[in-house]
């Protein structure tokens, strides 16, 4: 089983930037796609971006030019770089991995963290 702890998150004015990181533990030999999600209060959860192992990246729309995902395979890590933070930026951000394989031999996908919330408000 993948444990995923997201941390970074915080109050922000404006304009400004936060980073924020997730660390996925257990017994992992290698995940496949780590990305961030992002609820706002009384919408969906929506992707903010993604990238795989190889890495290949995605981005929504809102936030291209302004967000950077990467990650560290060697520490089963993944970091969104958001700057020129905006208040609709404001929402609780998830991490996510999917397709893990474990030493075991076995497979997982579709794991989430607990979310760190995001606010940007002057």
């Known amino acids: 089983q993948v444990q995923l702890v997201e941390s970074g998150g915080g109050l922000v004015q404006p304009g400004g930037s936060l980073r924020l990181s997730c660390a996925a533990s257990?017994?992992?030999?290698?995940?496949?796609?780590m990305g961030w999600y992002r609820q706002a209060p009384g919408k969906q959860r929506e992707l903010v971006a993604n990238i795989t192992r190889i890495p290949t990246t995605h981005y929504a729309d809102s936030v291209k030019g302004r967000f950077t995902i990467s990650r560290d395979n060697a520490k089963n890590t993944v970091y969104l770089q958001m700057n020129s933070l905006k208040p609709e930026d404001t929402a609780v951000y998830y991490c996510?991995?999917?397709?893990?394989?474990?030493?075991?031999?076995?497979?997982?996908?579709?794991?989430w963290g607990q979310g760190t919330q995001v606010t940007v408000s002057s």
């Open positions: 257990g017994s992992i030999f290698m995940i496949y796609t």
């Open positions: 996510s991995a999917d397709r893990v394989w474990y030493y075991s031999g076995t497979y997982g996908y579709d794991y």
